[in-house]
């Protein structure tokens, strides 16, 4: 009668009752493992552990748990799902995002008397350690909601060692009177519905589902607030054992029986009737499954490109400093955070520039067209496209990086350092002349050859010894030139001419500040060691990516604003606290007018006219048709033999560079009929993405930074080309201009 009594009182939780508490489960406790598993002489030694010990001080992670969860990356619409990555699929929700019959089953299933214990259950233990004696084994454990939820938090925390986490499952006295301190300590501090809230949010259902969020979408592709009273009682059963219990990957009858077993449960705590029991029991299980997708590699398949922007997030990522001191930290963070991460990319541009590159060049073809798109101003990426399925899937035999592949072939890194963009590079000759004080009217007669001061690196390309560089149409780009025309036709001796007149190192310093970067060890060390003798450079022979090419483009298009790549808006952690990344780190890098300066030439490959009437021809007009007459600019590059084919195009809303390459055999030339393919899927792109965004107009550079107005040019009546001028007048100017 005395046990009795101490039982009752200490049905409802009082500060004496829980010293009592803590006193005789602890006894329990240890006579139920004692029985179980342990030897008796162990079952004293637990019993005065118990009784001597004082509370411990609850440990951080019970509570404010670091539980993993599941991170979620959205295009910028913040609806659309890229992916999702996670170690645990698991995401927290609120009790209120909850059915009250998931709730209420799982109550039922696991603790009857949860809302009238103190975190320890001594009817519940003695029940348990009756039936496990008399009928053998170890069918009920005794263990409340409150102590499950402790063990689970224990054994899932990640900021504890391996060997910590699998002690919070040894069947050992020390762990179980732990674990019966924690309940009692959490139970002061929680109320019944937040421990109840936590349990839900970390259980595990089974199926790889932690959590009943995750549980829900597994199982019945369902939200759990949706759940119905069937499916919230199937769930609650699985808890018991998962995966034996899963009606996906375990025994389906089984997984019914435990089913039954919970709905008449809910009827003994009264949380439904006996009627409504019996219709749970008699439908049918409607599995709706889903897989959660996880990784980069996971993207959807009618979604083929994101996973390469996926990929360049994951990249930037590991980089930053808010996710972790170290990039494992950062890499466990995005797996485990349970971030959402609004990005920047535009699902409407990025199915325009997939399309385009997939209609130049098939998945199965060895040639390939990454693209990128960048918004100027801000940085931000939005769109990564390219003729490859991102998958870790094997190739057929003797194809490296086709149409299978997970390397950066648009933004670079790794064994990726890029591709050769051929004449895209005289805009930072361009750039240079212009910061020195020269003008757009900057004129030379430009021959069909320049013989210049450095050594020749091939007999083609030699003139007595030196490198003597060639236009690839003389006919059409030989004559007198200046910044306007000299870029429109892309005349390889008029830019030559111009870089040595500024120096190369300007050059390459400039295309450095304009986000250039040099992945190849020959580049960089020509950079770094002597780029005051690289002729070359501003034919563009150093390699480099779509997205370096459209952000230093950008750059010019934001009027010397320079801004970092950056792949997200926004991200936020759990507690809805928005982290300190994403906001576009900007800087000025060149006088707005110089950049204005470069864009008026960059008028006349496209098509368009300077804002001085100064262009007359260019090597991408297509473009000016396809954007309707709306203000754009940019520039076309073929490198040597047309092993490349380049061109980038920019508004002030949007800049896009494209390069045909084969990225496993720079030998393999595209050949010059693909150019025009190229120019026309840039320019669909930002056709797509400048749709339905107000026309904007270039500011005009000054007129004393434009210059005097050029010289009128002859032309042949029979064609809109300049007519040829006289072979040895240009060698005479020539001459003169070399001094």
Request: hydrophobic share 40%.
């Amino acid at each position: 009668m005395a046990f009795a009594a101490i039982l009752v009182t200490m049905a409802t939780p009082t500060p004496l009752s829980r010293l009592f508490t803590v006193l005789l489960t602890g006894v329990l406790a240890g006579l139920v493992l004692a029985v179980a598993a342990l030897p008796v002489n162990l079952v004293f030694g637990f019993a005065a552990q118990a009784a001597l010990g004082n509370y411990a001080a609850l440990p951080d992670a019970l509570r404010t748990p670091a539980t993993p969860q599941r991170s979620y990356l959205y295009a910028n619409d913040g609806k659309t799902l890229i992916t999702t990555f996670y170690d645990v699929n698991r995401t927290d929700v609120a009790l209120a995002e909850i059915a009250p019959v998931m709730r209420q089953a799982i109550v039922a299933a696991e603790d009857r008397r949860f809302y009238d214990h103190g975190g320890v259950d001594l009817r519940g233990m003695l029940r348990a350690l009756v039936t496990n004696v008399t009928e053998g084994g170890t069918e009920q454990g005794g263990s409340t909601l409150t102590m499950q939820y402790v063990r689970n938090v224990l054994k899932t925390d990640p900021n504890r060692t391996a060997e910590e986490r699998a002690a919070a499952t040894a069947q050992t006295v020390g762990r179980k009177v732990q674990e019966i301190r924690y309940a009692n300590a959490l139970e002061e501090r929680l109320g019944k519905d937040e421990i109840l809230n936590r349990y839900l949010n970390i259980a595990y259902f089974g199926s790889g589902a932690y959590g009943v969020a995750a549980a829900s979408q597994r199982y019945f592709s369902k939200a759990p607030a949706d759940l119905t009273l069937a499916e919230a009682a199937l769930l609650a059963g699985l808890v018991q054992a998962p995966e034996a219990y899963s009606p996906i990957d375990g025994d389906a009858d089984a997984a019914l029986a435990r089913r039954a077993y919970v709905l008449d449960s809910m009827v003994a705590t009264g949380a439904i009737t006996a009627e409504q029991a019996a219709q749970a029991k008699a439908e049918k299980v409607k599995l709706r499954p889903s897989e959660q997708p996880n990784g980069c590699a996971a993207t959807a398949s009618s979604r083929d490109g994101w996973g390469f922007f996926c990929d360049y997030l994951r990249r930037w990522w590991v980089t930053q400093p808010a996710f972790g001191d170290t990039v494992a930290e950062r890499e466990q963070a995005l797996r485990r955070g349970g971030y959402t991460v609004v990005t920047t990319l535009d699902p409407k541009v990025q199915a325009t520039a997939q399309k385009q590159a997939t209609s130049v060049y098939g998945y199965d073809n060895p040639r390939a067209l990454p693209i990128a798109a960048v918004e100027p101003g801000t940085g931000q990426v939005l769109a990564m496209a390219v003729n490859r399925h991102y998958s870790v899937d094997a190739n057929p035999d003797g194809q490296a990086n086709y149409p299978n592949t997970v390397n950066p072939l648009i933004s670079g890194g790794g064994s990726v350092a890029g591709y050769q963009a051929g004449s895209t590079f005289k805009l930072f000759t361009m750039l240079a002349a212009l910061e020195s004080g020269r003008t757009l009217s900057t004129g030379f007669d430009a021959p069909s050859r320049l013989p210049t001061r450095y050594p020749a690196g091939s007999d083609e390309s030699s003139c007595g010894g030196q490198w003597c560089p060639a236009n690839a149409n003389p006919q059409w780009m030989d004559g007198y030139r200046m910044m306007w025309d000299g870029f429109g036709r892309s005349v390889n001796t008029y830019f030559v001419w111009l870089a040595e007149q500024v120096g190369q190192d300007k050059v390459v310093e400039m295309a450095q500040r304009l986000g250039i970067t040099f992945r190849a060890d020959a580049d960089a060390r020509f950079a770094d060691d002597n780029a005051a003798n690289w002729g070359a450079f501003t034919l563009g022979v150093a390699a480099t990516t779509p997205l370096d090419l459209a952000n230093a483009y950008a750059t010019v298009a934001a009027e010397g604003t320079y801004c970092t790549p950056v792949p997200v808006l926004s991200v936020t952690a759990p507690d809805g606290q928005r982290l300190p990344v994403g906001d576009p780190s900007c800087r000025q890098v060149l006088d707005p007018d110089v950049a204005r300066a470069a864009t008026d030439a960059a008028r006349c490959p496209v098509g368009q006219q300077s804002a001085f009437g100064q262009c007359n021809g260019g090597t991408a007009t297509a473009v000016d048709r396809i954007l309707d007459g709306r203000p754009v600019a940019g520039k076309t590059g073929s490198s040597e033999n047309a092993a490349t084919e380049t061109f980038v195009g920019f508004t002030q809303q949007v800049a896009v560079a494209g390069i045909a390459a084969n990225p496993d055999d720079p030998s393999d030339l595209v050949g010059s009929a693909v150019q025009a393919r190229v120019i026309e899927a840039v320019a669909r792109i930002i056709d797509t993405a400048v749709d339905g965004q107000p026309e904007q107009s270039f500011t005009a550079p000054t007129r004393a930074l434009a210059g005097t107005p050029r010289r009128p040019v002859e032309r042949d009546p029979q064609t809109t080309r300049p007519a040829p001028d006289n072979p040895l007048s240009d060698l005479r100017r020539w001459l003169q201009n070399r001094g």
